[in-house]
């Protein structure tokens, strides 16, 4: 059985411990993030002014690897949850996205 609002993000193997990997959903860019054998899927857009996280291709974290981390402002944003701990955007958070893993694939979805 498919549900046809799941769409791939990735391949599993191609994402190690902290590393993230972007990807399309209907028209909104996301990430997805392997944490501590868990895996995290945000919408790419920082709370703050609405733009894009990262200025590099697949580059999400601070230098420690412990937050994620905008690129403009530098708020940071938990791994777990997404929410914003420092920053100019304090007590807002990303928005998270469903994940699950189908025959070595990541799938992301909109929360229902
Ligand atoms: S745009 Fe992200 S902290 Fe300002």
């Not at 990997?21 to 392997?34: H, K, M, N, R, Y």
């Not at 291709?57 to 938990?78: M, N, V, Y």
Request: charged letters at 20%; hydrophobic letters at 40%.
């Amino acid at each position: 059985m498919t549900d046809s609002s799941w769409h791939t993000a990735c391949a599993l193997n191609a994402l190690e411990d902290k590393q993230a990997a972007e990807f399309t959903l209907d028209d909104t860019p996301g990430f997805v993030i392997a944490h501590k054998g868990e895996l995290r899927a945000y919408v790419n857009r920082c709370p703050h002014l609405g733009i894009e996280l990262n200025w590099m291709p697949g580059r999400f974290l601070d230098a420690e690897q412990c937050f994620i981390q905008c690129a403009t402002h530098g708020a940071l944003f938990s791994l777990d949850k997404g929410l914003c701990i420092a920053g100019p955007c304090q007590g807002e958070a990303l928005q998270q996205l469903d994940t699950r893993i189908d025959q070595d694939q990541i799938l992301v979805r909109f929360p229902e």
